[in-house]
């Protein structure tokens, strides 16, 4: 029973640590996210400046895959070389044992000041920023707290003889610590919440000193797996940097066991404390590996580029580009990941229209077919981006987040709208006009392609104001609906004026013709309501109902 108490204590511990260290990312992320991705494209071009900032970074998100997230995207999309993108990585690492070494030491103390600071923070200041710093005040706190309940939870262990017989097995098996220390980070996804428990296990005698630096090469291998397997078989882009640190770990492993016995020699001849010693050497192996490989980058760039050549193989449209899974841990990047992904839809739904167009000008029905399949990319990229986005933590967004993830999935829904509008309606009512034979007149048939084209226009206009968020450009698209609307009332009139004159070819062209005034009314409202609606709502510009209430 003891036993199992003991379990739970050490469990609940090391949950408090990831907890902490997840609130402290997100809290960072939420007051400084796009200051931090500044820094880092500003400095991205420079590879010594970049190393810094990736230490710096990394020190303020307590998370070295959040700070390589950002360079691995930025290089995947081109922005930046794959150089200076690694020199972030060996920054990262540093920064990650940097933080390892400052919580190595006993600072439990701090522990109830921090998260009475940030308690107060949260609740006294009710500004975003506040709220912002709180947690991150709380986060240290817990973070501290947590190691200091693991402590204590341990030292039950250091007496136990089963588990000082299993764990001793470690030292006879070193390829076994070694592989334990990379399967832990890689599960937990924390490097620094690892080398914590390693060194607070060392420090209590559970396991032997030797044994505990094998796992510390370990953690440090593990926690390269996961960008690695998060990247996944999207662009090849994405997967050079995160097998380029790998490399890194796999080499820097490799010498240190190799020299193990010298290593242990000199942390054991500095008299300090096992735990603080393993603290030195995760800082230490870290800096060693940054300052070795700083020098040949370039070449091993070229390497990682040769091993992962960029995709030769025809992209399916309806394939998502830009929605990268391994960024979900830093909603700054992906959503904007999400943004680029919706800009698609606007293209695809702009082929579509053009292809309409043309269709109805040449009465073309294998165009028509062909326009119509294009709505099979607007329905899987929509699926793809409402998946991605149903992904997000609810914890990890700001408010702006927040707000920045409702505009996306209302721009991609209403733009696959308008896409099944033109695919279930306008374009069979214009195959049903050319299996008829129903010719328009000169005056309609202008008419159609001059608003064809309007489509066309708005649909370029509602893409550039999703990105732009330009309200006087909102005003502009919204007017759009009147213009839609007159179109309607004319071809309206103009059906009930051939109606008189009794059923006629004329009387029956002009019913398709209005039928598709009035699709393309549908689709125009729904272009609206992608882009500017949403602007001009938070604007207040809109009314809720267009009835006037009782007391008006």
């Known amino acids: 029973m003891e036993s199992f108490v003991a379990t739970l204590a050490i469990a609940g511990a090391i949950a408090l640590l990831l907890w902490g260290a997840h609130m402290v990312q997100s809290g960072v992320q939420r007051a400084f996210g796009p200051r931090l991705r500044a820094v880092l494209t500003g400095t991205l071009r420079n590879r010594f400046a970049a190393l810094l900032a990736g230490i710096g970074v990394t020190t303020l998100l307590q998370s070295s895959t959040a700070t390589a997230l950002m360079a691995t995207n930025f290089t995947a ?4 070389e794959l150089v200076p993108a690694m020199a972030v990585m060996l920054g990262a690492n540093i920064g990650t044992a940097l933080i390892v070494t400052v919580l190595s030491f006993n600072v439990v103390v701090l522990s109830a000041p921090l998260i009475a600071g940030g308690v107060l923070l949260f609740r006294l200041d009710r500004s975003a920023m506040s709220h912002d710093l709180g947690r991150v005040l ?14 204590e939870a341990l030292e039950p262990m250091a007496s136990s003889a089963e588990v000082v017989a299993l764990l001793g097995l470690l030292g006879a098996m070193p390829l076994l610590a070694v592989l334990l220390g990379a ?39 593990g926690t390269a797996l996961n960008p690695l397997f998060e990247a996944g078989d999207g662009d090849p882009a994405a997967r050079r940097l995160p097998l380029a640190n790998l490399f890194n770990r796999l080499v820097g492993v490799a010498i240190a066991w190799v020299a193990l016995a010298p290593i242990v ?28 490989a700083l020098p040949f980058l370039r070449q091993i760039a070229a390497l ?37 992904e919706a800009l698609r839809l606007a293209d695809a739904l702009e082929a579509m229209l053009t292809g309409a ?16 399949a294009m709505d099979d990319t607007l329905d899987g990229l929509n699926t793809a981006i409402k998946r991605y986005l149903a992904l997000f933590d609810e914890d990890d967004l700001s408010d702006e987040d927040r707000q920045k993830l409702h505009q996306i999935m209302v721009f991609s829904m209403n733009m696959e709208q308008a896409g099944d ?63 839609f609307r007159r179109a309607e009332q004319n071809g309206t009139t103009r059906h009930f004026s051939h109606m008189r004159d009794g059923f006629s070819a004329a009387s029956q062209s002009s019913a398709l013709h209005l039928d598709l005034m009035r699709d393309m ?22 009314l809720e109902s267009r009835l006037a209430s009782s007391a008006e």
Do not use: C
């Not at 309806?318 to 909603?331: G, K, N, Q």
């Not at 309501?529 to 809109?542: I, M, S, T, W």
């Open 138 to 151: 709380i986060g240290l706190g817990l973070m501290l707290l947590a190691l200091h309940q693991l402590l």
């Open 521 to 542: 009314k549908l689709v125009n409202s729904f272009i609206v309501a992608a882009a500017a609606y949403p602007l001009l709502d938070k604007a207040g510009e809109l």
């Open 265 to 292: 020699t000199l942390l054991r001849g500095t008299g300090l404390g096992e735990g603080t010693s393993l603290a030195l050497f995760h800082l230490g192996f870290n800096i060693v590996m940054a300052l070795l």
């Open 77 to 80: 999309a081109g922005l930046v």
């Open 357 to 372: 167009r043309d269709a109805l000008v040449r009465h073309d029905r294998r165009l028509v077919a062909e326009t119509r």
């Open 421 to 483: 509008v033109l695919d279930r309606n306008l374009l069979p009512h214009a195959t049903k006009r050319f299996k008829r034979g129903l010719l328009p007149d000169a005056d309609s048939e202008v008419e159609l392609v001059a608003m064809m084209d309007r489509l066309i226009a708005n649909t370029r206009m509602a893409a550039s104001l999703f990105v732009t968020e330009d309200a006087n450009v909102a005003r502009i698209l919204a007017a759009e609906k009147v213009v």
């Open 304 to 340: 990682m580029t040769r091993l992962v050549p960029d995709r030769e193989d025809t992209a399916d449209p309806a394939r998502p580009i830009y929605l990268d899974h391994a960024a979900l841990e830093t909603p700054m990047m992906a959503l904007g990941g999400a943004q680029r």
């Open 183 to 221: 399967l832990a980070s890689w599960a937990v996804h924390s490097s620094v919440a690892v080398v914590l428990l390693i060194i607070s296990l060392a420090s209590h005698g559970v396991v032997g000193f030797e044994s505990a630096l094998l796992l510390v090469l370990g953690a440090n291998l």
